[in-house]
């Protein structure tokens, strides 16, 4: 069973930065990898994604904001946050994907809170 592993949540003010970390148990080399968000009362959401090549693409509500990468050698996939607005708060999770849709179990993601 392939576990999720989030991280790099928190509380901050708008404006601010936060990077997050998802470390995958298993090899995520062959995978195309993405995060999402659920905001209070919302359902989950894509943010980003990135291809096994590293070609990514953003929603348009974060795209100059977020930047999405990898690491292979640590099956790690990361979000960078920048301008972190109060819509931002939400619950990250991140998962591999297959014709643009989550195919492991979900990990427990990680909370980001954006007030002042």
């Known amino acids: 069973q392939v576990q999720l592993v989030e991280s790099g949540g928190g509380l901050l003010q708008p404006g601010g930065s936060l990077r997050l970390s998802c470390a995958a148990s298993k090899n995520i080399f062959t995978y195309g990898m993405a995060w999402y968000r659920r905001a209070p009362g919302k359902q989950r959401g894509l943010v980003a994604r990135?291809?096994?090549?590293?070609?990514?693409n953003y929603a348009d509500s974060v795209k100059g904001r977020f930047t999405i990468s990898r690491d292979n050698a640590k099956n790690t996939v990361y979000l960078q946050m920048n301008s972190l607005k109060p819509e931002d708060t939400a619950v990250y999770y991140c998962?591999?994907?297959?014709?643009?849709?989550?195919?492991?179990?979900w990990g427990q993601g990680t909370q980001v809170t954006v007030s002042s």
């Open positions: 998962n591999a994907i297959q014709f643009n849709a989550p195919i492991w179990p």
């Open positions: 990135i291809t096994s090549g590293g070609t990514t």
